[in-house]
């Protein structure tokens, strides 16, 4: 849906691509293809995009406390993994009733559930297949 939207807005397949890869935020990537359809400032756009984009900022914080004992390396790959409530409902939510101090992650799970591929890959295919949707089939209305 976001490749579609991207290209729906105006943006080359190849920019809405880019703004996958950029903006690693679902809403960001529609806001933003939103705006560039009504050929909002740039500033208002980047304003947007990262005003949708706070609430990483609490699932971060949240997080941190199980995350610590990994690498930098492992903390900066994972960034790819957060991507919605549901991930951080599942990681830190359910915990917080067992123990006062942050549970750790169970060994190696970080390694697991490569998120950031199947989304990019989908971005890619709406952004690429997306505009040879025959109008004729109303994907857009119920």
């Known amino acids: 849906m976001a490749g579609v939207a991207a290209v729906g807005a105006g943006m080359t397949p190849l920019q809405g691509i880019a703004l996958s890869f950029f903006a690693f935020s679902g809403i960001a990537q529609l806001v933003v293809a939103q705006l560039v359809a009504v050929q909002s400032p740039i500033a208002v756009t980047l304003l947007a995009a990262f005003v949708v984009s706070l609430r990483f900022l609490m699932y971060s914080a949240a997080l941190s406390p199980h995350l610590v004992h990994l690498t930098v390396r492992w903390r900066v790959l994972l960034t790819y993994r957060m991507t919605d409530q549901v991930r951080y409902g599942r990681e830190v939510i359910r915990r917080s009733g067992r123990t006062r101090s942050p549970p750790p992650l169970a060994p190696l799970r970080h390694r697991h559930h490569p998120v ?5 890959a989908s971005v890619v295919a709406g952004a690429i297949l997306g505009a ?5 089939w109303s994907l857009d209305s119920s």
């Open 132 to 136: 040879q949707v025959p109008a004729a």
């Open 116 to 120: 950031g591929l199947p989304w990019q």
